[in-house]
């Protein structure tokens, strides 16, 4: 497959002020990418620009290999965008309001009832295709949007917060359309919450102060922050002192289940000495581990420093 989308040393400057630096981002395959950053970061920016609404002061964009500024419209027909306030008319009926955006992806006269009644089933609001939008709850109203965003089967659709407003039952019906979605199209996702991106997302890139911090695999993003604990279950638990006596251990922590958390220190690879104490002293391990950094600590870790994208 070939690259759907390419950003190249894009910046962006709204005033005296860069609100994005020095972008690169390059995507070439099917699946859920998140763009992650706390409110204020820069992801409206970069899908604005990516999607033509926005000129960048500095950079280029090509959707499958086409400029966006250089040729708006083939570029435009190659790609879906669900806004972060939805681009809804209200006194339209669902059926109306993909007529009108069928028309505005200047899909044939001939093939637009098939489009509208496609983009419709996929989005599971073919039953509510004669109702007023005014008059649909916010989880229907975002596949409105989003059946927008696809009704010209786009290579590349970008979702700009697509879940914030919704409640957690509409939260779980949005997921699921967006992995339908992203088995055939390319999904550019942005969000503020780790947890949504964690779930949906097959690549993360990080944003914060305008800059990529973080750019991977998911998994690559949870192993990310190095372990600083270990969790070891001992059938003969053995006094403070003796833990804290091992070179590296900073704090043990005495929990439930005969088991002991193990702080140590940056740097320090303290788990086979504490094996080669057990046996010397007769500890009875059953169970040590390395205790992966929660989620949110590598998202604080990496908010309040640069890294090196890859
Ligand atoms: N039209 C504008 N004029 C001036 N500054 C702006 C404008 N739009 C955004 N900014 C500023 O640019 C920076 C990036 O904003 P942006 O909306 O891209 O962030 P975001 O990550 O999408 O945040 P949020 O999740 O809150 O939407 C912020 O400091 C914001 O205040």
Same mark, same amino acid.
């Given at each position: 497959?070939?690259?759907?989308?390419?950003?190249?040393?894009?910046?962006?400057?709204?005033?005296?002020?860069?609100?994005?630096?020095?972008?690169?981002?390059?995507?070439?395959?099917?699946?859920?990418?998140?763009?992650?950053?706390?409110?204020?970061?820069?992801?409206?920016?970069?899908?604005?620009?990516?999607?033509?609404?926005?000129?960048?002061?500095?950079?280029?964009?090509? $959707?499958? /290999?086409?400029? #966006?500024?250089?040729?708006?419209?083939?570029?435009?027909?190659?790609?879906?965008?669900? *806004? @972060? &306030? %939805?681009?809804?008319?209200?006194?339209?009926?669902?059926?109306?309001?993909?007529?009108?955006?069928?028309?505005?992806?200047?899909?044939?006269?001939?093939?637009?009832?098939?489009?509208?009644?496609?983009?419709?089933?996929?989005?599971?609001?073919?039953?509510?295709?004669?109702?007023?939008?005014?008059?649909?709850?916010?989880?229907?109203?975002?596949?409105?949007?989003?059946?927008?965003?696809?009704?010209?089967?786009?290579?590349?659709?970008?979702?700009?917060?697509?879940?914030?407003?919704?409640?957690?039952?509409?939260?779980?019906?949005?997921?699921?359309?967006?992995?339908?979605?992203?088995?055939?199209?390319?999904?550019?996702?942005?969000?503020?919450?780790?947890?949504?991106?964690?779930?949906?997302?097959?690549?993360?890139?990080? $944003?914060? /102060?305008?800059? #990529?911090?973080?750019?991977?695999?998911?998994?690559?993003?949870?192993?990310?922050?190095? *372990? @600083? &604990? %270990?969790?070891?279950?001992?059938?003969?638990?053995?006094?403070?002192?003796?833990?804290?006596?091992?070179?590296?251990?900073?704090?043990?922590?005495?929990?439930?289940?005969?088991?002991?958390?193990?702080?140590?220190?940056?740097?320090?690879?303290?788990?086979?000495?504490?094996?080669?104490?057990?046996?010397?002293?007769?500890?009875?391990?059953?169970?040590?581990?390395?205790?992966?950094?929660?989620?949110?600590?590598?998202?604080?870790?990496?908010?309040?420093?640069?890294?090196?994208?890859?």
């Amino acid at each position: 497959m070939s690259t759907i989308l390419k950003i190249e040393n894009l910046s962006h400057k709204y005033t005296s002020s860069w609100a994005v630096r020095d972008i690169n981002i390059e995507l070439d395959q099917h699946g859920v990418v998140g763009l992650l950053g706390s409110n204020g970061a820069g992801k409206s920016t970069i899908m604005n620009i990516v999607c033509g609404v926005l000129k960048p002061t500095e950079g280029k964009v090509w $959707i499958d /290999g086409i400029d #966006i500024r250089q040729q708006p419209e083939l570029a435009k027909a190659k790609l879906g965008f669900l *806004p @972060q &306030t %939805l681009p809804l008319y209200l006194d339209f009926t669902v059926e109306e309001y993909l007529t009108y955006a069928a028309d505005l992806r200047f899909i044939p006269k001939q093939k637009v009832k098939a489009a509208v009644h496609e983009a419709m089933e996929k989005c599971g609001i073919g039953h509510f295709s004669s109702r007023l939008i005014k008059n649909l709850s916010g989880g229907y109203r975002q596949r409105a949007g989003i059946a927008q965003a696809i009704i010209h089967k786009p290579e590349l659709i970008i979702l700009d917060e697509p879940t914030n407003g919704l409640d957690p039952n509409q939260i779980i019906e949005a997921r699921k359309l967006i992995r339908e979605i992203a088995a055939e199209h390319t999904v550019l996702l942005s969000s503020h919450v780790l947890s949504e991106i964690n779930i949906l997302c097959r690549d993360i890139i990080m $944003i914060e /102060g305008g800059r #990529i911090v973080f750019s991977d695999t998911m998994d690559a993003f949870n192993n990310y922050v190095q *372990p @600083q &604990t %270990l969790l070891v279950r001992l059938e003969n638990m053995p006094a403070e002192e003796s833990l804290m006596a091992i070179p590296g251990v900073t704090k043990v922590q005495f929990l439930a289940d005969k088991q002991v958390r193990v702080y140590f220190e940056d740097g320090a690879d303290i788990a086979e000495l504490v094996v080669a104490k057990s046996i010397q002293q007769n500890w009875r391990l059953k169970e040590i581990n390395y205790e992966k950094s929660l989620l949110d600590d590598v998202f604080k870790q990496l908010s309040t420093q640069s890294i090196p994208t890859n």
